[in-house]
């Protein structure tokens, strides 16, 4: 029996917390002996507990519920009815280390994380409650650059879509990996929703890991090289052209409430 299987077996012997195993298994898979990716059998076993999760277990226990006082999934007054247009994402922090971070996103129904990269990052998704857009994109290689005039940057990169598409809770954890998978996504939100994501490693501009942004146009915007075309359908593929941090990303921090964590 494989050590993930064991952990496992071992968890639900000792009735430990879901989050704490999840954390657990976490910091066993994602440490700096272990391979980068991981194995699958480590994802698969990270993947199942995920999708056990419910959104109490992570401190939800208010999943979904919204209302004209602007009381947010954790029952705290995040903003003021007449600031409803204006909503946050909120963000919680349930453990940022090293080698991982895992965090929850609350989405107010239409808001947005706009299209970004997770470089040399695992990165596993689970929708706890609501609805989600997802659409998600590969590089090609070897890379197609072209020069544009007409973007906010002067090139842009042929990218093939992977995934687009929404996802309703109870669903199964998504994942991407650094170069396949849909490491380029975007998420709107079709209803009020929360996700869970674990990140390996964690974004870090000091070790070439910042969050770049991407703005994607239909594979016709831009002329081809015969030589240089790629088979499939136009609507397979866009161009993405780097943008600035969105103005319109607002998130909010709130303070995780689910169970403790021993680290």
């Avoid at 992570?58 to 007054?77: I, S, Y």
């Avoid at 998600?136 to 598409?165: F, M």
Wanted: proline share 8%; with cysteine; charged share 20%.
């Amino acid at each position: 029996m494989c050590f993930h299987r064991r952990f496992l077996t071992m968890t639900m012997k000792k009735k430990i917390p879901s989050v704490q195993a999840l954390y657990d298994l976490c910091k066993q898979t994602f440490s700096p002996f272990s391979p980068s990716p991981p194995s699958s059998q480590a994802i698969r076993s990270i993947s199942s507990l995920m999708d056990s999760l419910s959104p109490a277990d992570v401190g939800l226990a208010e999943a979904g519920k919204e209302d004209d006082r602007g009381h947010g999934p954790f029952g705290v007054q995040l903003f003021n009815r007449v600031d409803r247009w204006a909503q946050p994402i909120t963000y919680v922090d349930v453990h940022e280390g090293e080698n991982f971070t895992m965090c929850i996103f609350c989405f107010p129904t239409s808001s947005v994380i706009p299209l970004h990269d997770h470089p040399g990052m695992t990165v596993l998704s689970k929708v706890l409650y609501g609805s989600l857009h997802v659409k998600s994109y590969d590089w090609v290689e070897p890379a197609q650059i072209q020069k544009s005039a007409g973007t906010e940057r002067s090139k842009v990169r042929l990218a093939k879509l992977v995934v687009d598409e929404v996802l309703t809770a109870p669903c199964s954890t998504s994942v991407l990996y650094p170069r396949r998978g849909g490491n380029l996504h975007c998420f709107t939100a079709v209803t009020p929703c929360a996700v869970l994501d674990i990140l390996a490693p964690p974004y870090d501009e000091t070790c070439g890991r910042g969050c770049t942004y991407y703005r994607d146009y239909p594979r016709s915007s831009f002329y081809v090289k015969e030589d240089e075309s790629v088979g499939g359908k136009e609507d397979e593929y866009a161009w993405l052209a780097e943008v600035s941090t969105p103005d319109e990303l607002y998130m909010r921090p709130q303070k995780y409430t689910g169970a403790a964590i021993k680290i």
